[in-house]
């Protein structure tokens, strides 16, 4: 009974979709920035400057460490 609980739990984590449009929408905004950083070298400070700021804001302790 257990092992099918556990099968059935994985299944709805599997199909679970709740915050993937804002991890898509994340991640465009972040190829953005790179984006605009290559081609407009003169934003490129700026934009340093913004990304250092929402990691400050997010905290040492919300950004994983790679694994390994």
Same mark, same amino acid.
């Given at each position: &009974?257990?092992? /099918? /609980?556990?099968? *059935? =739990?994985? =299944?709805? =984590? ?12 994340? &991640?465009?905004?972040?190829? /953005?920035?790179?984006? *605009?950083?290559? #081609?407009?070298?003169? @934003?490129?400070?700026? @934009?340093?400057? #913004? &990304?250092?700021? #929402? #990691?400050?804001? /997010?905290?040492?302790? *919300? @950004?994983? *460490?790679?694994?390994?």
């Amino acid at each position: &009974m257990t092992a /099918l /609980l556990n099968a *059935s =739990l994985k =299944l709805k =984590l599997w199909k679970d979709t709740h915050g993937q449009d804002l991890t898509e929408y994340a &991640m465009l905004a972040g190829f /953005l920035a790179a984006a *605009s950083g290559a #081609v407009l070298p003169n @934003i490129s400070s700026s @934009i340093s400057t #913004v &990304m250092s700021k #929402v #990691v400050e804001a /997010l905290g040492p302790n *919300s @950004i994983p *460490s790679a694994p390994g």
